[in-house]
């Protein structure tokens, strides 16, 4: 089934002038992982934020599940299914990674008149906390303060929150940034598996990961997209070559 | 008498701690920090006076809901505005706010210019004819004190231990993350915001209830200021931190400005009190509730705190 | 002679945890260090005891023969280590020109070789863009500016923690280009870098972290040869 | 022995008005050998830093902590009131030695508060005739905006109009701002005959040397509430040259009593000049006096002290007065003008002129 | 209302900018640039205020006197003060929550407030103009103007130029722009971060005295001066920016037109409109006119 989850038509962003994505279209597809590269400032932050609502577009419109999401809060679209996670990571610090997870998923069970009951004790959020710790393989570190992991952790911890909120559409910035060998391997099969349930959008440089997960790529400079499509056309594109990946070594 | 004086002392420090806890709900909570919360406290204040009738005391029942939500009407039009702003930007508007309150009390004559006005008579719960609860007396005044500042408290103990509350430490921590997991935390804050001025309404109209005597001043930045230091100094992270702050403060205060402890610098007060904050500031890096900590902390190996990155 | 930096069973906490565990590690003039080790092993946190970003809790450091466990960070910068660190590190409020120009000084002993105009021909993009502010640059110019930067100071020794971090393969590969005709200059260099393949290829000597102690020390060239202890230590 | 509160601003914009008022309120026990009716007395100071809103805790450390007899202050207005308010719920006898706010002796006025000052009222309105008296026939007000400035004008406005005068426009400033270059800019536009103000304190200092240097003195005359000059004179310097203003008090009164007076104070506290506070201060301990005589020093007989108080004819430096109903002094208003550091007397603007404390039902 | 007057009113209002200005530069400066709340930067207007006052008898004994003397004498003491200062309170609080910096400024105001009260007295007390400056201009048939205030609003523009260049143009500028973005990275360019913020933060405190000197002449010096001025200030460097030294200049001019024509027009309100001013910019900028950088 190719069962479009998120898709995006023509979307501007400028920053004073500077235009920083340049009518940039694509889809996101369910059981794919879309992965979507370029240069350095070509706006694959950007487009992430637009996408999840973080920066409003200046043109174009974002489409959640065939409905048309363009002038909802972030919020709104999180609630409907859309999750993201940071470049820089944007974590709990003060709080357990179970505590980060549980703070994450009791945003589908928001209830504000409940306001005497525990948060502790909400067991929808505890559950899907405690999924979302298993699949990021965190279990290990589930009682220790956020603040205290190390770099590498705390980027899987990013991804777990993320998943707690139980999105149907994952945007994920640079997940791999300062991972080493080992947790890249682990973030990729844990990519690949979350890959039938979600529609996934990977923004990343480090291109032997890439080819390894992605089922399709677009590749962004100064903006724009300059190709889209298979890995192994958009590897063998000349025009890629010279703007982004550089002669292979 | 003596005893009337070390009650109403009681009943001060326990107003302000419903006043400091309020704000606690905003800086501990949510990390917003507010130097305009006298606006809500005066406004309380004010609204007690004016609504209590002149030859005989107002009913608590008419009252406490009258002054909370003034408090909570002005928290809101004010919070959804200021609540655009971040940081000390939002110190800021909501500094100019609680001025623009201050000088329509001390400009205009709704109530009594800036000389202030009387509340003639404390205060009773009644319905209808029969008189639930009187706080006349000293005694019981302190009681009903004691009372609105335990509800206050639990009340804040509950609410910080929900799911709200949970959310309030997720915003106060990283209001990015929480609005990519679906907060609207616009939201969460108006209503923290209006909560907290609500609840220093609360205090508002026992300040007014205690001396019966209302002027603009309680709504000026520097009673904004006071309340603030309160809640810093006993420490933001925890709710008797802000009541710790309340007592130490006044304490403070009280003491140095005592002829009996401090004989001729008693009229230097500023001077004694201004270098023990200045000593407390240096000595004590988490508030007044960090000194256990800090004293563990003496006991094992002195090591390096982390750094801030 | 005695090395340029030395290191002597260097101990470092945050707070309650113990990060460096007795690190001991010298950098002889001139000579190409790199060091590898997984995640949060305290390879920054090495790095940024000596320049005394994070104090010492035991253990001496040395700096040409000077004692500097417990000097401020400007004072190391000052006898000759420059540090390129995570993040880079780049003033976003001052343009490209002033972010050169504010660090610009000669080195200890007087040599002012790395002048304003060497670095901006090293570094030909950033002469493109003297007039854009810090914020306005892409990774990649970032990361040169904050290369740049570090050479403005005219150091003896170049501290590159992470330098190719979110950057474009394309811009990564101009960064080791870079990296390599520094070195040839006979500055001394301290890598990080999570491409362990070209930290090898571009240092004399790595040292391996774990858990806060060094546990391999071995000349580059040998060090690649061992497949299992990379795989032990990196897992790759 | 008699227990004395003073709650004074010993801190702040005020505090050298309360250190005047406590000397002189010692000066007079110190004449009489250190004891009123025979009793010692005890004094208990708090500094009430002119803060309204600490005003009600202020007053309950002297009536509950220290249980004073006798509460004396303050200054300040705002806190007045408050200090009104305590008094009257605990039933101790107050003397305000400064705070001129009318209600006081107006809506609020009670058996057990005196005042051996005056209220805001009273100054002011002494200058209306002697403005129409000097021919002016317009004139523009200026004050802050707070109670005490719309009082003092109020008074002003009355006479003045009553007397064929016009006031043409009140401007007004938030209080305590001291950027009065608009306002002045804007009586130039206006041209009156006449400027009439209630400034004090640093505010006044200002005042007169910014209307001094605008130009306007020359062709539009200021008058003033007496408070404008005083203690404020070295300050101003050549700039209040010449000002008209009217008090309660005058330098070169030049009677025996205010002679004797100026003499032992300047002996007691060579630093300070005798000014007015002082002799308000001076007073309030004259007013006690007359009422513990009466009761023999017995402090509990309040009803006995306090008549005998509000009966009294108090020998002042300014000249005998006593009080009216409400508790506010009957009595003389000067004319006075600003020669050197001094505020010359330039004789009687309204003799015995009492407030018509408008409220009051005593 | 008449074109004559309506021109001198707006000198007004830029006179009264401009000397909001100088005062809430310093301010707008360690605010900025070391993020410290200085709720005492009026404390060290006062401060500059009553060192005019009291020095000037000295100064005109030993060093045969001078305005200007006195004005400089008053800067460099004062920066001496905040050089010191900064070491003694406020070097070991950064790594601490901001909150505490603003705690330790209030004790430091009280501090200073009470100090001065034992060293000079709470007298008020006016600082004569200086002869060369007393003169004034005819404006109009009744007004004059005072040369002296012209004289004020130069100084405050030439501060404003030399600071404006002093951080754009200069190293010293740059490190201390560079400082207030990144602390750490500063040091480890061999730039000692400590003594930079010192000089900061006495610059701060220079200037707050330089205002307070030479406003001394016309605004007399009382006790409490130092806090009427320090929230209009703080209205000011907010408006403007924070850290932003052109931010703060047109904000000040903002304030000082709006609060004369509100006077003038609106004066039962008047006290309110700076707030409103104030509010209505962070609504539509909720970062002021300038951001910093
Ligand atoms: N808030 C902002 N204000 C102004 N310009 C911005 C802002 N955010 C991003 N930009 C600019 O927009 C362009 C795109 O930035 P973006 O962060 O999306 O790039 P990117 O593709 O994610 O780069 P990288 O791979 O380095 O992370 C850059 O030139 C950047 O400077
Ligand atoms: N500011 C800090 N406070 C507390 N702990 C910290 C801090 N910074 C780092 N740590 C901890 O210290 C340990 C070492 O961190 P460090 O950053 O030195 O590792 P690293 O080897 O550089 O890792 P990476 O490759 O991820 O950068 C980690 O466990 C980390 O969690
Ligand atoms: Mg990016
Ligand atoms: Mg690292």
Redesign the pocket.
């Given at each position: 089934m190719s069962d479009v989850l998120l898709s995006a038509k023509n979307i501007t962003r400028r920053?004073?002038g500077?235009v920083?994505?340049d009518g940039v279209s694509l889809t996101l597809t369910r059981g794919t992982v879309h992965a979507v590269i370029?240069?350095?400032?070509?706006?694959?932050?950007?487009?992430v934020?637009v996408l999840a609502g973080e920066l409003a577009p200046n043109e174009g419109a974002i489409f959640l599940h065939q409905q048309e999401v363009t002038s909802w809060s972030q919020p709104r679209r999180a609630r409907a299914g859309l999750g993201r996670s940071y470049?820089r990571t944007t974590i709990f610090p003060s709080l357990t990674v179970h505590e980060n997870c549980r703070i994450a998923a009791q945003a589908n069970r928001q209830q504000f008149w409940n306001w005497s009951s525990p948060a502790r004790n909400c067991r929808y959020s505890n559950d899907a906390a405690d999924q979302a710790i298993q699949l990021a393989g965190l279990e290990s570190d589930s009682r220790h303060t956020a603040g205290m992991l190390s770099h590498g952790r705390k980027r899987q911890l990013e991804i777990a929150m993320s998943l707690a909120t139980h999105p149907q559409v994952l945007l994920l910035?640079?997940p791999l940034a300062g991972m080493g060998p080992e947790e890249t391997e682990r973030m990729l099969s844990l990519l690949a598996s979350l890959k039938n349930e979600h529609a996934i959008l990977l923004?990343e440089?480090d291109m032997d990961a890439v080819f390894k997960v992605a089922d399709e790529i677009t590749v962004?400079v100064n903006?724009r997209v300059i190709a889209q499509g298979e890995p192994q056309a958009i590897r063998s594109n000349p025009d890629v070559q010279t703007a982004y990946l550089g002669e292979d070594e | 008498m003596l005893g009337d004086y070390y009650i109403s002392l009681v009943i001060k420090i326990m107003i302000f701690a419903i006043f400091a806890l309020s704000l606690q709900l905003l800086v501990g909570g949510v990390g917003l920090v507010s130097l305009g919360h006298a606006a809500f406290f005066g406004i309380a204040a004010y609204v007690t006076t004016l609504l209590s009738p002149e030859s005989g005391p107002g009913n608590l029942l008419i009252l406490l809901p009258a002054a909370m939500c003034c408090a909570l009407i002005y928290a809101l039009v004010t919070g959804a505005l200021a609540l655009r702003t971040k940081g000390v930007y939002f110190i800021m508007v909501t500094l100019a706010f609680s001025q623009m309150a201050y000088y329509v009390f001390h400009d205009t004559d709704i109530g009594g210019g800036s000389d202030g006005i009387y509340l003639y008579f404390r205060p009773e719960l009644r319905l209808g004819d029969m008189v639930l609860l009187n706080i006349d007396s000293p005694y019981s005044f302190y009681l009903f004190t004691l009372g609105c500042l335990l509800i206050t408290w639990i009340f804040l103990a509950v609410l910080m231990r929900s799911r709200f509350g949970a959310a309030l430490t997720g915003i106060r921590v990283n209001e990015q993350r929480m609005r990519s997991a679906g907060y609207s935390t616009f939201n969460y804050k108006l209503v923290a915001y209006t909560l907290a001025g609500a609840l220093a309404g609360i205090s508002g109209l026992l300040y007014a209830a205690k001396d019966g005597f209302v002027n603009p001043e309680l709504l000026a930045w520097e009673q904004s200021g006071l309340v603030l230091l309160m809640v810093i100094l006993g420490g933001s992270t925890r709710l008797w931190g802000a009541v710790l702050g309340a007592a130490g403060l006044t304490l403070l205060q009280e003491a140095f400005q005592s002829q009996a402890l401090f004989g001729d610098w008693s009229s230097h007060w500023h001077l004694t009190f201004g270098l023990s904050i200045i000593a407390l500031v240096a000595l004590m890096p988490n508030g007044l509730i960090g000194i256990s900590a800090q004293w563990r902390n003496r006991r094992s190996a002195a090591r390096p705190a982390p750094s801030q990155g | 002679m005695k090395p340029f930096v030395q290191a002597q069973s260097l101990h470092a906490h945050y707070g309650e945890s113990h990060v460096l565990q007795g690190v001991s590690l010298d950098i002889g003039t001139g000579e190409s260090i790199g060091l590898l080790g997984r995640n949060g092993m305290g390879k920054s946190t090495l790095i940024r005891t000596i320049m005394g970003h994070v104090p010492a809790s035991s253990g001496t450091l040395s700096i040409r023969g000077k004692d500097c466990t417990r000097a401020a960070p400007y004072q190391v910068a000052r006898l000759g280590v420059a540090y390129v660190p995570e993040g880079r590190g780049i003033f976003p409020n001052l343009n490209v020109r002033e972010n050169l120009q504010v660090a610009a000084r000669p080195s200890f002993d007087g040599r002012n070789d790395w002048t304003y105009q060497r670095v901006l021909q090293t570094f030909p993009r950033l002469a493109e863009r003297l007039e854009h502010g810090g914020?306005?640059?892409?990774?990649?110019e970032q990361q040169m500016l904050a290369i740049g930067r570090a050479l403005m100071t005219n150091p003896d020794v170049l501290i590159l923690d992470e330098a190719t971090e979110?950057?474009?393969p394309l811009i990564i590969a101009e960064i080791w280009r870079i990296i390599a005709s520094v070195r040839t200059t006979g500055m001394s260099t301290l890598i990080v870098d999570r491409n362990y393949r070209k930290v090898l290829a571009h240092t004399d000597r790595c040292v391996v972290m774990e858990k806060g102690c060094l546990v391999e020390n071995q000349p580059s060239a040998e060090l690649a040869g061992q497949p299992e202890l990379l795989m032990r230590y990196l897992g790759v | 022995s008699v227990k004395v509160g003073f709650m004074l601003p010993y801190s702040g914009t005020y505090a050298a008005l309360g250190q005047a008022i406590e000397n002189g309120f010692k000066l007079y026990v110190q004449e009489q050998g250190g004891k009123l009716a025979g009793q010692e007395l005890e004094y208990f100071q708090v500094d009430d830093e002119s803060n309204p809103s600490k005003a009600p805790d202020n007053a309950n450390r002297l009536i509950k902590r220290d249980q004073v007899d006798i509460l004396v202050g303050t200054v300040h207005s705002g806190v007045a009131m408050a200090l009104a308010k305590a008094a009257k719920d605990s039933d101790t006898t107050l003397i305000i030695p400064n705070a001129g706010a009318d209600s006081i002796t107006g809506p609020l006025c009670s058996k057990n508060i005196f005042r051996t000052s005056f209220s805001n009222w009273q100054p002011s309105y002494a200058m209306g005739p002697v403005a129409v008296e000097k021919g002016y026939k317009t004139a523009v007000t200026i004050t802050w905006n707070y109670a005490a400035g719309k009082e003092a004008i109020a008074g002003f406005k009355e006479s003045f109009e009553k007397q064929g005068g016009k006031v043409i426009k009140e401007l007004t400033l938030p209080f305590p701002n001291v950027e009065f270059q608009p306002l002045l800019t804007e009586v130039a536009s206006l041209k009156p005959d006449a400027v009439f103000t209630f400034f004090a304190g640093g505010g006044a200092v200002k005042f007169v040397q910014d209307y001094a240097a605008s130009g306007l003195g020359k062709s539009v005359a200021l008058l003033s509430s007496g408070f404008m000059t005083d203690g404020t004179l070295k300050a101003q310097g050549e700039a209040a040259q010449g000002l008209f203003t009217t008090l309660h008090y005058a330098d070169g009164l030049d009677t025996p009593r205010d002679n004797a007076f100026r003499a032992n104070y300047s002996k007691a506290y060579p630093a300070m000049q005798p000014d007015v506070y002082a002799v308000q201060g001076y007073d309030a301990a004259q007013l006690l006096a007359a009422g513990l005589k009466a009761v023999n020093g017995d402090v509990s007989k309040k009803a006995d002290m306090r008549g005998a108080m509000s009966a009294a004819t108090i020998d002042s430096p300014r000249g005998p007065f006593t009080l009216s109903k409400a508790g506010n002094p009957i009595q003389d208003i000067y004319l006075r003008q600003v020669k050197g550091e001094q505020n010359l007397t330039q004789g009687v603007a309204i003799k015995a002129l009492a407030d018509p404390a408008r409220g009051c039902r005593l | 209302m008449d074109p004559a007057i309506f021109l001198i009113q707006c000198l007004n209002a830029v006179q009264y900018g401009l000397l909001l200005f100088l005062v809430a530069s310093g301010l707008t400066l360690i605010f900025g640039i070391m993020g410290i709340i200085n709720l005492a930067h009026g404390s060290f207007y006062m401060i500059g205020a009553y060192m005019a006052f009291a020095l000037e008898p000295l100064i005109a004994q030993y060093l045969g006197g001078g305005f200007l003397v006195t004005v400089l004498f008053c800067v460099l003491a004062a920066a001496i003060l905040g050089y010191f200062l900064e070491w003694a309170f406020f070097s070991f609080l950064y790594h601490r929550d901001h909150l505490q910096q603003v705690l330790m400024t209030y004790g430091l105001i009280l501090v200073f407030e009470e100090l001065r009260s034992i060293a000079v007295g709470n007298d008020v007390h006016g600082v004569p103009v200086p002869s060369w400056l007393a003169g004034s201009l005819a404006l109009g048939d009744v007004m004059t103007y005072p040369i002296y205030r012209l004289f004020i609003s130069a100084i405050c523009l030439l501060v404003a130029g030399l600071l404006y260049w002093v951080l754009a143009r200069t190293r010293l500028g740059m490190m201390i722009r560079a400082g207030a973005s990144n602390r750490e990275m500063i040091s480890s360019l061999g730039i000692d971060i400590n003594r930079l913020y010192r000089i900061v933060f006495a610059i701060g405190v220079a200037l707050a005295a330089l205002a307070g000197a030479i406003a001394a002449p016309v605004s007399s010096v009382y006790p409490g001066m130092g806090n009427s001025v320090l929230i209009i200030c703080f209205v000011v460097v907010v408006i403007g920016g924070i850290g932003s030294i052109k931010g703060a200049f047109l904000a000040a001019m903002l304030v000082g037109f709006v609060d004369t024509f509100g006077q003038v027009f609106f004066p039962g309100i008047a006290g309110v409109l700076v707030y409103v001013l104030m509010a209505a910019i962070l609504l539509f900028k909720p970062e002021g006119l300038f951001r910093q950088g």
């Open positions: 920053f004073h500077l920083a994505i370029g240069t350095n400032g070509a706006g694959k932050s950007t487009l934020s470049q910035d640079e923004v440089h962004m903006g | - | 914020q306005q640059l892409s990774g990649g979110g950057l474009a | - | -």
